[in-house]
DNA sequence: GGCTAAGCGAGACGGTACGTCTGGTCTTGAT
DNA sequence: ATCAAGACCAGACGTACCGTCTCGCTTAGCC
């Protein structure tokens, strides 16, 4: 959405560019509620109060409420969707820093409350369901699945796995645990994950 | 909530006897609206309009619309919270069939509505996801704790193994799936994430 | 209307007692608002402000602006609406006296506001013109016409003219002049129409 | 505000040549739109779409939408405004000639709505009801007037009377009627309006 | 024949108010 | 005494227009 401009800011100037500083101005706003409020109690009309925007300015550009938090959301976490892992050649080791970099965002009160917000959006909005699943989740899990695979050559994963399960095992537990809140998690709890995962799963 | 009344129906006309009537019309609307429109469409001016109760009533009983759902969610699943699992003997047929019975559940387009709704407010409110976590979670994970414990004994579980862990191992990948609507969710793939859990897991 | 709970606060609710204190509430604040900034810059949500009443307890009540401004303006001049005049013997005293009374109103800052605001409105919208004619002009009319006829039988008035016609002769030149503000509107104005329009029509 | 580009036209192209064509459409569209949804309805949104026109250029030369509806009434009755009366040596027939032409424009429904806005516009905004009092009213009055004294001097009439007066004694029943809708207005009205005047203020 | 200033269409902008909907509380009458 | 019915205050919803403000694009006259 944002990126669209890069190509033609050599020459043509954004006929939109004079949203841009509404547009940012909402997005901050959306940031901020969200942040001091929490998505149930986020209004619109607060939004365009606080940055200081007609309500019409914001539905003009994205449909509802929930587009508006997936447009934070996607500020706070998208810039890195899909990046690929890191390879140091040890993949226990490699898997543990993403999980624990994930960790660490889930435990951040900030994204935490947007996740949320979000998660919960997600539920009721199957619309909205796809447009996360095809931006973050699934980007994601691909840069996981190819550091697997760079894994399996390696000798360290067998071959006969299901990827997607893989990363399932990996990601489900973290995110079970944080969507029920049945018990925090650590950077130890992710090593454990990870070793127990890989355990079973040598050639 | 409901049982308070058993023990007083021996012998004195019940107080709440009338109650009890519109308890149940409401907890059926909410079922029923929950159903035709969804949780973030369901109002308690509809609730009451259909149980042909006042909103007052509603409110009399139950904090909020979160809490209404809850009553509809436990009267649909919570029969079996905590139930043991079947023990046969053979630890990996034995949460086959618990995960496939899960998996029925979220297949189920009734449940699947409910227990999003669910999920949703978990998120917002922290209060209910401890009366969730509480009455739902951690019962049925200790059942299945249980029944690992049980193949511990049979020798078919590694016993250096967390346990809390392993429930995880099972139940996360499924919820991850379902709640990101990634892709769908089998018996197939029930079987396959149980067998490859357990792989590994072997003394 | 504001008066029947009084006598009957002893014995029977009225059933309409509740809404009583609003639409007091809400008519007071319309009348103040009224008098403050004009009918065109007066708006629902500054009413509901005011009378500190929710915005849908006006709309149940009245389906406009227009509407609760009309109710304002019954209570101003809708008493006296219907009431006969004055009958000394002396038809031309008689009219005089009326006809100043009704200039005093149009001179009256309060109630030329309302009366504008009124008279505007019942350009835009037929059905109200219907309600204030009904309601209003045809009382008053036929309170003047009864006059006349009285005076007929007093051999002061020839009895072969259109009473309608000798009534809009009285009222449609002062309405005139007020409606187009083409000059001020004395009592001597009154005087001099009256003895005009009454010079032509003796016996 | 057209004539102006007259004495330029000659010499030097117009510098406003171009507006010319906007504000046409401008007052095309007003007239149309008016006759379609109304005054209350009519909206600058509407009017520059319809004129397929910037909203700037409207504003650019009317301050508001009375003002714009205001070139539309003086475009449709504006040419006539201050015509001298008929002069056929009969005094009551030239003016049951004038009343009836009135009559008719009244009874014409784009007239009769456009005229409506005007008077409900007049109400509100003292500014605008002075430039109709100069422009049309005061004219017509001063044409009539004329006539009047016309008659006078053929000794068809009076010549002690207020001619002010007499000029409301016509115009201002045929108002109010057609303003409060109180009954239809006839050409057998305009006769009988005219006679029933005269008859008092014979010399 | 190119240059520049203005007028222009289009429509985004910050706002206000609309009329509706729902939340959660309060009141009334019937049963 | 409890309930259904629904009025009450409150305030967010999404829409319609307001009057102002850019934006590029004609389109004249003027060099």
Redesign the pocket.
């Known amino acids: 959405m944002a990126d669209n401009t890069d190509e033609q800011s050599r020459r043509?100037?954004?006929?939109?560019?004079?949203?841009q500083?509404?547009?940012n101005?909402i997005v901050d706003a959306a940031e901020e509620l969200l942040g001091e409020v929490g998505y149930s109690r986020?209004?619109?009309?607060?939004i365009?109060a606080r940055?200081?925007?007609?309500?019409?300015?914001i539905?003009?550009?994205w449909p509802?409420?929930a587009a508006v938090v997936f447009e934070v959301f996607t500020r706070l976490t998208g810039a890195e969707a899909g990046q690929p892992l890191p390879d140091t050649g040890d993949l226990a080791a490699d898997l543990k820093t993403v999980l624990r970099a994930t960790i660490d965002e889930f435990n951040d009160p900030a994204t935490d409350r947007t996740t949320r917000a979000f998660t919960a959006e997600v539920q009721h909005d199957e619309e909205f369901a796809r447009a996360v699943t095809e931006q973050l989740v699934r980007p994601n899990g691909e840069a996981v699945k190819e550091r697997l695979r760079s894994g399996q050559a390696a000798g360290q994963l067998a071959t006969d796995v299901d990827l997607d399960l893989v990363v399932e095992l990996l990601n489900g537990p973290v995110n079970h645990r944080w969507l029920l809140r049945t018990a925090p998690i650590t950077h130890e709890y992710a090593d454990r994950l990870v070793d127990t995962v890989l355990r079973g799963l040598r050639p």
Request: a positive charge.
């Open positions: 043509a100037p954004d006929p939109r560019r004079r949203s500083r509404a547009q101005a986020l209004t619109m009309e607060a365009a940055a200081r925007v007609g309500k019409q300015t539905y003009r550009w509802s409420k």
